[in-house]
């Protein structure tokens, strides 16, 4: 599974809109299956972030996304956003 950290210096104070696109992206490599196996949990997860941040389309998509995950994977999606977002 392809994983993409955020760990370089500067990011907390990169502006919102850019960080929302970097987090949309995210959440459609994700979605998609592009260089990664596809992952509904991650790519929501992705999308709820990038929505936090600003992105109306993450929104949407995120809501799309919901519409056919269980509620198991979806409380595991926010749970996974919630301590992503604690941590960064």
Do not use: P
């Amino acid at each position: 599974m392809a994983r993409f950290e955020m760990l370089e210096q500067g990011f907390g104070t990169m502006g919102s809109t850019a960080q929302a696109d970097i987090l949309f992206e995210l959440g459609m490599m994700y979605a998609t299956g592009r260089d990664c196996d596809a992952d509904v949990v991650a790519a929501h997860k992705w999308f709820n972030i990038a929505a936090i941040k600003g992105s109306s389309r993450a929104a949407e998509l995120r809501s799309e996304l919901s519409a056919s995950m269980s509620k198991v994977d979806i409380a595991k999606a926010l749970r996974d956003a919630r301590e992503w977002m604690t941590a960064h």
